[in-house]
């Protein structure tokens, strides 16, 4: 079996022996996953690199795409958000290779294709990058930004039954925030470079700086440059008393310098992830079952958005005769996300203006604005299942030849939905009295759901010869065909009648919307490979594959994406030798394919 030690037992008289098989970890290095198949690492002339599980957990990561960062050369990753749900990478395989349209790998896990996030990173064999046409182009289509090949843990034989427990517990916070300087500086500095445009007045909100700048210095003074916390905001009573805030002429004007920074964001946004999974035998069964649970919370103090993730694997395999293997796999997952919907961004109001502008306290117990909508918003709610049934074979139809074949079928339910409530508070303009800053009649609620069917079928047989204990061929020809029907459904009214019961049919009919889209498409390809070379020394490989989508017109559906590649191991050679015990393995390759899009 490949990747398990050889073994030598000698019978003694014995009319039957029993062997344990045992892996060999550095035989299981050198066999690289590649397109419907496995080489070994020596073997393989395209450009494709993989990393192992032991590797890949080398580094706590919130998922695999962050897993995958630095481990693998050629492949860059971009994180661009580390908000709960929305952290995942970008993965560029060599770099962007378009401007226009989306520019991510094809990845398939156990040769189906799944996103990053609905995998748990305990759950992963082995990762394996193909990076140039020679490599891809065996998928035709669907391969032209490199492919990602996930191969997750599988039932295997083993003498006892193996149970394994791992957990990581981390509190993030922010890399970067912005720091105001103190606001007597904030204001200077607009009041300059108005001044430098000729343009001699600065007003927010009925605010004008040159008679808030005054408040702002005694309020330093009276603070002693300290940045003040959320609680309840002091009026004006004199000038050896300015408070937080005055009411001029029937304005307010607000100068205290509040500090943003630890008011709002979280020093320590709690995460914690878990996984426990179950291997054994019986008899000519083999199982693995692993349960993953993720939690991840943002870095907001108030409100913060939530991330809980299921993870569910089930894997069997038996041997029903000595030359066929059955197998199926149950993988279930769900992710919920949560997050309080508030009707302007947090984020980008609080560094707008200044932070004197955010007022960021209490008047008589009563939030300002941004607080306020914070605080009452409704929760938006994100859940996902996702659950994909595979069952699978191996058969040994003759010496040499192998018959692989797997039927997946994948269903994927997203529900989504959130309400628009009133907000009551201290709104920015006018004076700091309680009003609906949200008034009721403009409460709304919204639900939306899709499902994505998904089948799936593989079938591919493989040859293997050695002719004259020099020449190694390896033939493999197989066939992919897959049907992706997806429907969305979106219903919108205006007006809850009480938002404490949101319900759509709870809502004024008045304005409600309703959309439905039905979208359907199917994809087929043949393809094949030949592997050829001479004592490991001269390689060849020739790949091919005929692929066609139900997205192209009727009379060009169909495409052919050849490749080549060529691989000289001249540390094989005798001339070698004497560098061997420097250089264990070197080879000149070159290759050329063509992929689709």
């Given at each position: 079996f490949v990747g398990y030690q050889t073994q030598e037992i000698s019978l003694n008289g014995k009319?039957?022996?029993?062997?344990?098989?045992?892996?060999?970890?550095?035989?299981?290095?050198?066999?690289?996953?590649?397109?419907?198949?496995?080489?070994?690492?020596?073997?393989?002339?395209?450009?494709?690199?993989?990393?192992?599980?032991?590797?890949?957990?080398?580094?706590?990561?919130?998922?695999?795409?962050?897993?995958?960062?630095?481990?693998?050369?050629?492949?860059?990753?971009?994180?661009?958000?580390?908000?709960?749900?929305?952290?995942?990478?970008?993965?560029?395989?060599?770099?962007?290779?378009?401007?226009?349209?989306?520019?991510?790998?094809?990845?398939?896990?156990?040769?189906?294709?799944?996103?990053?996030?609905?995998?748990?990173?305990?759950?992963?064999?082995?990762?394996?990058?193909?990076?140039?046409?020679?490599?891809?182009?065996?998928?035709?289509?669907?391969?032209?930004?490199?492919?990602?090949?996930?191969?997750?843990?599988?039932?295997?034989p083993t003498e006892k039954v193996t149970i394994n427990y791992s957990n990581n517990f981390a509190w993030d916070q922010a890399t970067y925030l912005p720091n105001f300087p103190d606001v007597p500086t904030q204001l200077r500095a607009a009041l300059e470079a108005k001044a430098n445009a000729n343009q001699y007045e600065v007003e927010?909100?009925?605010?004008?700086?040159?008679?808030?700048?005054?408040?702002?210095?005694?309020?330093?003074?009276?603070?002693?440059?300290?940045?003040?916390?959320?609680?309840?905001?002091?009026?004006?009573?004199?000038?050896?008393?300015?408070?937080?805030?005055?009411?001029?002429?029937?304005?307010?004007?607000?100068y205290a310098d509040w500090d943003v920074q630890d008011i709002y964001?979280?020093?320590?946004?709690?995460?914690?992830?878990?996984?426990?999974?179950?291997?054994?035998?019986?008899?000519?069964?083999?199982?693995?079952?692993?349960?993953?649970?993720?939690?991840?919370?943002?870095?907001?103090?108030?409100?913060?958005?939530?991330?809980?993730?299921?993870?569910?694997?089930?894997?069997?395999?038996?041997?029903?005769?000595?030359?066929?293997?059955?197998?199926?796999?149950?993988?279930?997952?769900?992710?919920?996300?949560?997050?309080?919907?508030?009707?302007?961004?947090?984020?980008?109001?609080?560094?707008?203006?200044?932070?004197?502008?955010?007022?960021s306290g209490t008047i008589d117990g009563y939030d300002t604005r941004l607080m306020s909508m914070r605080k009452q918003a409704s929760d938006r709610k994100e859940i996902t299942d996702l659950t994909r049934l595979n069952g699978f074979l191996k058969a040994e139809i003759v010496k040499g030849l192998t018959l692989n074949a797997d039927f997946t079928y994948a269903i994927q339910n997203l529900n989504s939905g959130s309400e628009d409530f009133s907000v009551y508070g201290i709104d920015w303009s006018g004076m700091p009295t309680p009003k609906y800053i949200?008034?009721?009649?403009?409460s709304a609620i919204w639900r939306d759901n899709s499902k994505q069917n998904t089948w799936t079928l593989n079938a591919y047989a493989n040859y293997a010869k050695t002719f004259a204990k020099s020449h190694?061929?390896?033939?493999?020809?197989?066939?992919?065909?897959?049907?992706?029907?997806?429907?969305?459904?979106?219903?919108?009214?205006?007006?809850?009648?009480?938002?404490?019961?949101?319900?759509?049919?709870?809502?004024?009919?008045?304005?409600?919307?309703?959309?439905?889209?039905?979208?359907s498409r199917a994809s087929a390809g043949y393809f094949g490979r030949i592997n050829y070379d001479y004592k490991g020394i001269y390689l060849l490989e020739v790949n091919g594959r005929y692929d066609g989508s139900s997205r192209f017109p009727h009379n060009d559906k169909w495409a052919f994406f050849p490749s080549a590649s060529i691989g000289y191991r001249f540390s094989e050679e005798a001339y070698f030798a004497p560098l061997k015990k420097v250089i264990s393995n070197a080879k000149l390759r070159a290759s050329y394919g063509e992929i689709g899009n």
């Open positions: 009319s039957s022996i029993a062997v344990t098989l045992k892996e060999d970890s550095e035989m299981l290095e050198e066999v690289v996953v590649v397109g419907y198949g496995a080489q070994k690492k020596e073997s393989v002339i395209g450009a494709i690199s993989q990393v192992s599980s032991k590797d890949l957990l080398s580094t706590p990561a919130a998922n695999v795409s962050q897993a995958i960062a630095g481990k693998i050369p050629g492949v860059i990753t971009s994180q661009t958000s580390g908000a709960p749900g929305a952290d995942d990478a970008q993965i560029f395989i060599r770099g962007r290779a378009t401007f226009a349209g989306d520019a991510q790998p094809l990845i398939l896990v156990d040769g189906v294709e799944r996103a990053f996030s609905q995998i748990a990173p305990d759950d992963i064999e082995t990762i394996s990058v193909l990076k140039d046409a020679a490599s891809t182009s065996i998928y035709g289509t669907r391969a032209a930004f490199g492919v990602i090949l996930i191969n997750t843990k599988s039932a295997k927010l909100f009925g605010m004008y700086f040159d008679k808030l700048l005054p408040y702002a210095e005694k309020w330093a003074q009276q603070n002693g440059g300290r940045k003040l916390k959320y609680g309840e905001m002091r009026p004006y009573q004199s000038d050896s008393n300015v408070g937080d805030y005055n009411i001029i002429d029937g304005t307010p004007y607000y964001y979280s020093k320590a946004a709690p995460s914690q992830s878990h996984n426990i999974s179950v291997q054994g035998s019986s008899g000519k069964t083999n199982y693995y079952l692993s349960f993953g649970y993720d939690e991840k919370e943002g870095i907001m103090k108030v409100r913060p958005d939530e991330l809980k993730k299921y993870n569910v694997s089930v894997n069997v395999t038996t041997n029903l005769y000595d030359w066929l293997q059955v197998g199926a796999r149950v993988n279930y997952s769900r992710k919920a996300y949560q997050r309080p919907d508030i009707y302007s961004s947090t984020y980008q109001t609080l560094w707008r203006w200044g932070s004197f502008f955010i007022p949200v008034t009721k009649s403009n190694n061929l390896n033939v493999m020809v197989g066939a992919n065909a897959e049907e992706v029907d997806y429907t969305y459904l979106y219903g919108y009214r205006k007006g809850l009648y009480d938002e404490a019961y949101p319900e759509l049919n709870l809502a004024s009919q008045d304005g409600q919307q309703i959309n439905w889209s039905h979208t």
